[in-house]
């Protein structure tokens, strides 16, 4: 795996050029020589992908449950959890973040069992915050869950998840095909847990009762009449099981326990785990101890080392990846340097798109129950994932395929097909609403979100605006015309989810910065008048919130309070995202344009890329949030290729 370098301090390049258009071909060829530079040998890149503490503290429960906590790996992860503990006391989950009580409680925790003394500075900063916060029982319900296999909380007082949801047929009103694919891996070895309900004691020393206040925590998200009444139902539901569960009388428990182990073996095959991320695989672990697997078993030892793949090490520290991120940094820095002027044929875009091809889902996986009628095709995230391709992944990487060409006729053949393909299966994804969805067609229904398990907001992969406006901007690389039916349903989704400020929010990328771009972005490729004046809106919009730096930047914050949209520090990658809105509507001479380029131009390091201070990705929105390393510098690459390529340098 490669990670950008860190280089020395931003410097800019306007200094050594007679006109901004000369500094910013200076800078696109810096940034185009920096980005081939980390390119593997292969032909892929892979930037780092950071997570939030929740990963190191879950990592370090983990290695306990394994009865390898007194390992070298755990106490360096666990001196990365004291480095990034706020000074305040508690740890954030997205830099420049308050603290979070359900990562602050596991980091507590986590350290308590690697032997912190509770009455250290540390801890007891800590200490004060998570119970300001509103201790343990202000927690989510995976938190709690994994407290309870410590004994730290009550099963009894946990969301029931009983393993029998894995017989639920299609036709059932609720069953494992109607939530989202990232609910699915980790609900079903979930189950598995509650159902076996572990239990891995914890020296005394190592509690955390200190946590609690004994007060319960209401669900503040709740508002409307609607929302109430399903939750009251869910929760009655969830009684309910409970207390069939006390009676003992459970005549399908066994065959729902083998079905779902069957399950996770099924989409370990081709597979860097259990949806080769992070959570799934610790629960996958976790089930395989509570279904007996002895800690040799080749079955689990292999997704401990899935588990340790994600591990980077340095001399003092460990820090875990929630995933590896190949296909998508691959496909976007294709599309950047061909942007930049690399050559179509370029040896460089022929290993890249090779890797690419190499990597095509041929296979059926879990979107084929919502999906029946469309054939295999598409692209994941991952290295290896091929239970999940995705729409967001696949419109990228088809829009990098376009821009390759091999003078080899059966490669050039192969590319094609591989388009051909990949175009059909995301074709038939799109939802009936217009929209295309991450996973899992049609996976809408907002009823499941009110289930007590959902309060890590991702309970449905409804449509997105931002992959929508991505998958537009695919297609018109494509030769899709606008009057294709596939276009126009989606031009009329995006124009029903602009809001009323113009813009559009941002599911995958923080958030209406990222969502106006993409809208936009699409709707310019689809063919839409882009002078009309709800479009200028959005472009209005972008100006209005630029900094007094000349940068854009908006923090997670504005998924919870809607009123800090478009506001936070200045990032390379939002500045991007920024210009080529603005780019979309129309715009590429104002004063607003001006100082955006400056102010990537500005801070442009000396190896040619940049370097995002804040986070700029989203997971679950107000839950788990990700920096991507590569964003800050194929992203600014991107735009600063896109303005170059309307404002050709003047030589003097």
Known sequence: MSSP?????????????????????????????????????????????????????????????????????????????????????????????????????????????????????????????????GGIEACNSFTRIYLSIFGQWSWKDCPAVPPELILLPDWFPFNLYKI???????????????????????????????????????????????????????????????????????????????????????????????????????????AFRCLGYALDDPRLAAQVRELEKLEIEDDETIRLQPCFSPIWDTALAMVALADSGVPASDPALGRAARWLLDRE??????????????????????YANEPYPDCDDTSEVLAALSKVRYADESEERRRQDSIERGTQWLLSMQNRDGGWPAFDKDCDNEVWTFIPLADHNAMIDPSCEDITGRTLEALEGLRFEREHPSVQRAIRFLQRRQQEDGTWYGRWGCNHIYGTWLGLSGLAHAGEDMSDARYQRAADWIRAHQNEDGGWGELPRSYEKPETKGQGPSTPSQTAWALMALFAAGDSRSESIRRGIEHLLQTQQYDGSWRDDFWTGTGFPEVFYLRYHLYATYFPLWALSLWTRRHPARIR
């Open 180 to 286: 989202s694919a990232w609910s699915r891996t980790i609900v079903v070895p979930l189950a598995v847990m509650w159902a076996t309900k572990p239990s891995c004691p914890v020296p005394q020393s190592a509690g955390i009762s200190e946590l609690r206040t004994g007060v319960s925590q209401p669900d503040k998200k709740l508002r409307g009449i609607r929302p109430r009444l399903w939750a009251l139902f869910f929760l009655a539901v969830d009684r309910a099981l409970k207390t069939v569960e006390t009676t003992g009388w459970r005549p399908l428990r066994k065959k729902a326990i083998a079905a779902s182990e069957r399950w996770i073996h099924e989409r370990l095959v081709d597979s860097d785990g259990l949806g080769a991320i992070f959570p799934p695989i610790i629960n996958t672990i976790i």
């Open 5 to 133: 370098k860190q280089a020395g301090p931003a410097v800019s390049t306007r200094a050594n050029a007679p006109t901004t258009q000369n500094a910013a071909d200076a800078a696109v060829d810096a940034a185009r020589r920096y980005l081939l530079s980390i390119q593997q040998p292969d032909g892929h890149w892979c930037g780092e992908l950071e997570g939030d503490t929740i990963l190191e503290s879950e990592y370090l429960l983990t290695l306990h449950l394994l009865g390898r906590i007194g390992e070298e790996r755990a106490r360096k992860a666990a001196e990365y959890l004291r480095r990034r503990q706020l000074p305040e006391g508690g740890w954030a989950i997205y830099e420049g973040g308050p603290p979070d009580v359900s990562s602050s409680v596991k980091a507590y925790f986590a350290l308590k069992l690697v032997g912190d003394d509770p009455q250290a500075p540390h801890m007891s900063r800590a200490r004060e915050v998570i119970q300001a916060l």
């Open 361 to 382: 889902v041929r296979a059926v996986g879990d979107w084929k129950r919502r999906n029946p009628q469309g054939k295999p095709g598409g692209w994941y995230f991952e």
